[in-house]
Each structure stands twice: as structure tokens, then as C-alpha cells.
């Protein structure tokens, strides 16, 4: 079955802490995305990976940076969280096969609270 | 730049009822169209799709959808609601075939009332 883990369901962090959020897929998808998830505002994407060491900035990038070292993990990083980057954050895979273009395959989330 | 637009934010129902859900899209080209499901505390899941061909797609659980691509729309129906549909429900299009530009909508609360 296929499975993307996110390594925490719940953090509470500081404002200016470095945060790592971790996530694996164990699908061997070439591509994966991190997301954000607001009320009211559905899921923006903050970063896409299409390949080890690749990365492209999604809609909101601002204070996030990612890492990519193997193809199964991809990590979000909030270099100094603030308080505006309380939110839930989603992990995703997908195949690169286009025939398959955007659907995705999610973690459970990482609620993170930046007090 | 492309948006998708969901315009019912929430929606309750009682059990039986016939649903639809709205979602509109703003891109002129080749689109590829989805339905994604959240259940309560459980990650978000494939619905259905339309890639390609007849545009009344089916999914998982009795849902269906219609492309009608004069309207830019893909809008989500069930015939009887039940309340385990309890859930959002979000609509996604991704344009340029490209894995990177797919565009979600705000979502829809779909509340069941048993």
C-alpha cells in the first residue's frame, strides 16, 4: 500500500527556532511536494521536488527552504519560524509518468504551532 | 494566473440528500481535473479524476463528476449523501501537464446531519 509518513503529527515551536520537517515516501515517486493547509484557503504549495537535489519554488516559498538527499525524503526547513507559519503542513508524492500528472499521494500532516 | 474556485465553503445536508458540489477553473488550455477527499483526522485521498475522454467521471463511493469544459467546470455530485461523506472535499486542475502547477481550491466542509 502506498505510504507517505510525515516524521511528526504536532509540534510546538518558538518564534525564531529552526524547524525540520521530515517526510518520506516509500512509493519510489519521482516528484514531491510540500504544502500548507489554511482555512479558507485550501493547499498552497510552498515547494516541489522532481528529482535528488532538484527543487522549484511553489506559490508561497517565503521562509521555507528544502532538502532533498535521497529520493525518498524530502525535508521543509523554517530557517526562523514566526508566528504566521502556525499551519498545517501536508507532505506529497507522485510518478513522474505525466500520464499520471497531479495525482498525488499524501501524508496525515504536521500541525505546527509557532508561538 | 490560473485559479480554481470552490464557492460553497460550507454545505450541510441530511442524510439522502442529492449533493453538489461547485468548483469552476480559470485556464483555456488542457486541464487535468481532480476531486480529493479529507475525512476527519485522516490524510487526503484521490476521489476521481478526468484526464481525457467521457467527461462524466466516476469515483470511490458512489461520487461522480462532470466536466463541461463551455462552463470551465467540474462540479461534484452524489445522488444520496451518507454521513460517513462527512469530509472536505477539495478540487484541484493542473494545467500544462506539469506536476508542478497544480492549482487546489479553497474547499468545501460537507456536513452531514445523520
Known amino acids: 500500500d502506498v505510504k507517505v509518513t510525515q516524521s511528526s503529527r504536532y509540534l510546538v515551536k518558538r518564534t525564531g527556532e529552526k524547524v525540520f520537517l521530515e517526510c518520506v515516501q516509500d512509493?519510489?515517486?519521482?516528484?514531491m511536494f510540500w504544502y500548507r493547509q489554511d482555512p479558507g484557503l485550501g493547499l498552497r504549495l510552498i515547494y516541489f521536488s522532481y528529482d535528488v537535489k532538484m527543487k522549484e519554488k511553489g506559490d508561497i516559498p517565503e521562509g521555507y527552504s528544502v532538502s532533498r538527499e535521497k529520493k525518498e525524503r524530502f525535508s521543509l526547513i523554517l530557517e526562523s519560524a514566526s508566528t504566521n507559519q502556525t499551519s498545517m503542513y501536508l507532505c506529497?508524492?507522485?510518478?513522474?509518468?505525466?500520464?499520471?500528472?497531479?495525482?498525488?499521494?499524501f501524508g496525515e500532516g504536521s500541525r505546527l504551532t509557532v508561538l | 494566473a490560473q485559479s480554481v474556485s470552490q464557492h460553497n465553503h460550507h454545505v450541510i445536508l441530511s442524510e439522502a440528500a442529492s449533493l453538489e458540489l461547485g468548483c469552476n477553473y480559470s485556464y483555456g488550455g488542457t486541464v487535468n481535473l481532480f476531486w480529493y477527499v479529507q475525512y476527519p483526522g485522516q490524510h487526503l485521498q484521490l476521489l476521481l479524476k478526468?484526464?481525457?475522454?467521457?467527461?462524466l467521471v466516476k469515483g470511490i463511493k458512489g461520487f461522480e463528476a462532470e466536466f463541461i469544459k463551455s462552463k470551465f467546470s467540474f462540479n461534484l455530485r452524489k445522488p444520496s449523501v451518507q454521513w460517513s461523506d462527512t469530509a472536505e472535499y477539495f478540487c484541484?486542475?493542473?494545467?500544462?501537464?506539469?506536476?508542478?502547477?497544480?492549482?487546489f481550491g479553497s474547499g468545501t466542509r460537507l456536513s452531514i446531519r445523520p
Open positions: 506529497a508524492s507522485s510518478l513522474r509518468d505525466t500520464s499520471n500528472t497531479g495525482e498525488l499521494f
Open positions: 484541484a486542475v493542473n494545467a500544462y501537464s506539469s506536476a508542478s502547477k497544480i492549482i
Open positions: 478526468y484526464f481525457s475522454g467521457d467527461p
Open positions: 512509493m519510489d515517486h519521482e516528484n
